[in-house]
């Protein structure tokens, strides 16, 4: 007996538009442009009308959009969106159908009133992000744990450091978690591009390079330089010079919430003259006593009230933001440690001015440059588009799909909960998605790092337990949705962990200690991405999820790509062939071709996996059409 079909039709027949060039004609517009944006109306739904409201100066105002032609399928209706303020925050409401009355905004379709919060976004702000990071893909690196060149046998070791051999385990017992070094170094790193260039890699994320007085370098002794032990100034420089060859970017990460409690500022300040300097007001003090980022005292916290500080971070040449970037430094952009506590304390919250003046300075000085925050948690309020380009976005893709796959028992080991993680279905895991990134703009989204793990947290291969295939799931996941998906050294051959430190160990350089499996599978999938502009810079739209599936499409104006992936075996989902024009004329760009009939195709499992289906409509529908400054 089989399993009756799960039709999926549903997500299909509602309305769709997203923040893409599939539905905006530009997604980054200068202020005063107006934009034309479109919306798919199925014609089942039965809409005779449309508006797009939005918010010029916070009043609401209603544009009407016009029928700009119909397809066997959708009606496709066309609007001019005023870019009045910086921000246009713009939703639909559809009239006619059964309940005469909707709206369609980022978290889908609503019979009802809703407030802002999820409405579409086109950002006006200045400096967009740079084309080349849309769609990119990022590799983090580590770097004591990457790769040893034999400059690093001559180096000798600081007072606080243990040596390690590149074969002993990782100490995770304090303090000698922070203290074992292996000596990987930038010239280990260099010797290594081949691995990345074969497995796709358009960003090297490199974690801090600064002196310090631990292996993670999160607490900097200086920004002046770069570490000697992973070989200096001249060796980042190699490093960047190399990757650019290869056609590869390269990221540097800087704290801007604090140093470490040996840096020169910081010894400055609390020297015995340190209240007479004007470094004291770099840092927070409290009674008599500097505040410390969450009380570890290596790392006392930066006080952004004083306009010198954030001078010397961002404004001044030689200054770290500055410094490192662009021709001169070799870098092509930051990610930002501990982003979303930048600028707060107590009654003190100027993280948005600091994000904004930290982009602004970076523009100036190196327009093609991009900037990431970590934020662990709810970055929607963070995000109002003039800031951070993007964030790790462990909030909306890496829990939820950890919720997904994870197994069974033990809680991971991270994200600071008092209470296990749920299991959910995959409704719950796309519903939780939605959530997060209908409250930003489309262009944070896709500038922002979908991750499935990182140097902080528990490996996926870890996470998954004894079904490695689970891995292949969340690559799937990762590589086909709309973001720069990020990978950590090593997730791509199969390294453990079972939590942050823990998962920091040395890069295995034999390959007979590899997952070749799992390295094929990372490979192909970033090909897949790689060689589609769907999957690349494509929208997006949820087809089906239920269970142990989710089925959701990429599309551009000339290309379509249907992904399918599966936790585990589930039966028979259909989904009508006249929903996915010209689908019939495809390929399997990843996975098993596509079981299809004359009147449906067909998605079943038989274990944990994915698909990718690529083709070209013929028929895709209208396309927004570039728009005048008002």
Same mark, same amino acid.
């Given at each position: ?23 905006? @004609? ?34 609401? *105002? ?93 180096? @000798? ?449 038989? *274990?944990?996996? @994915? ?20």
């Amino acid at each position: 007996m089989t399993d009756a079909p799960a039709l999926a039709p549903s997500w299909l027949a509602l309305p769709h538009h997203d923040g893409s060039t599939r539905y905006v @004609a530009n997604p980054t517009p200068r202020l005063g442009e107006v934009v034309e944006v479109l919306v798919r109306v199925p014609l089942g739904a039965q809409v005779t009308g449309v508006h797009v409201r939005v918010t010029p100066d916070g009043e609401q *105002e209603f544009v009407p959009a016009v029928l700009l032609r119909e397809t066997a399928t959708d009606a496709w209706w066309a609007a001019p969106v005023p870019c009045h303020n910086p921000v246009t925050n713009y939703r639909f409401l559809l009239v006619g159908g059964p309940t005469k009355y909707a709206w369609l905004n980022g978290s889908g379709v609503h019979h009802r009133d809703v407030p802002d919060a999820s409405d579409f976004r086109l950002v006006a702000h200045e400096s967009p992000a740079p084309e080349w990071a849309e769609g990119a893909v990022v590799y983090q690196i580590f770097p004591d744990r990457f790769g040893r060149s034999s400059a690093a046998d001559h180096r @000798a070791l600081p007072d606080w450091a243990i040596p390690a051999r590149w074969d002993e385990p990782v100490q995770t017992n304090h303090p000698a978690v922070a203290r074992q070094l292996y000596g990987g170094d930038l010239d280990g790193i260099v010797e290594h591009l081949d691995h990345l260039v074969s497995l796709g890699v358009d960003v090297i994320y490199l974690t801090p390079f600064f002196p310090a007085r631990s292996n993670h370098r999160y607490d900097a002794s200086s920004f002046e330089e770069v570490d000697p032990l992973l070989g200096g100034d001249a060796a980042l420089r190699r490093l960047t010079e190399a990757a650019h060859a290869r056609g590869m970017k390269v990221m540097g990460d800087v704290t801007t919430n604090h140093t470490g409690a040996a840096h020169e500022w910081f010894i400055a300040a609390s020297g015995p003259d340190g209240k007479d300097r004007p470094e004291r007001d770099y840092y927070i003090w409290e009674d008599g006593d500097y505040v410390a980022w969450l009380g570890v005292r290596s790392l006392p916290k930066l006080n952004h009230l004083n306009p010198e500080l954030r001078h010397r971070l961002f404004e001044s040449p030689t200054g770290v933001v500055r410094k490192w970037l662009g021709p001169v430094g070799g870098l092509d952009g930051w990610r930002v440690d501990v982003a979303n506590m930048t600028g707060r304390w107590r009654a003190t919250d100027v993280n948005h001015d600091v994000a904004r003046q930290m982009r602004q300075a970076m523009v100036r000085h190196a327009p093609e440059a991009l900037v990431v925050g970590e934020h662990f948690h709810d970055y929607t309020v963070d995000l109002p588009g003039d800031g951070w380009h993007g964030v790790m976005n462990y909030a909306g893709f890496c829990k939820p799909v950890w919720n997904w796959l994870r197994e069974e028992g033990p809680d991971p080991m991270t994200m600071g909960a008092p209470a296990p993680l749920p299991v959910l279905d995959a409704a719950g895991v796309v519903e939780t998605m939605r959530d997060f990134t209908s409250r930003i703009p489309w262009q944070t989204l896709v500038h922002s790092f979908n991750l499935v793990g990182s140097h902080d947290v528990t490996r996926i291969r870890t996470l998954v337990g004894g079904d490695s295939r689970l891995v292949d799931v969340a690559a799937a996941l990762l590589f086909t949705m709309p973001s720069m998906p990020m990978l950590t050294y090593g997730d791509e051959i199969g390294m453990e962990g079972e939590f942050g430190e823990d998962g920091r160990r040395p890069m295995p350089w034999a390959e007979s200690e590899w997952d070749l499996r799992l390295l094929e599978v990372f490979r192909r999938l970033i090909a897949a991405r790689r060689g589609s502009d769907a999957l690349r810079r494509g929208g997006l739209r949820w087809v089906h999820a239920d269970g142990d599936a989710i089925v959701f499409l990429r599309e551009t104006v000339g290309e379509s790509a249907l992904v399918h992936v599966a936790r585990a075996a589930h039966g028979p989902v259909e989904v009508p062939l006249h929903l996915l024009e010209g689908v019939q004329t495809g390929r399997a760009a990843y996975g098993t071709p596509l079981d299809m009939t004359t009147v449906a195709v067909t998605l079943t499992a038989t *274990e944990p996996g @994915a698909r990718v289906w690529v083709w070209k409509p013929t028929d895709g529908g209208a396309e927004p059409r570039r728009k005048r400054e008002s």
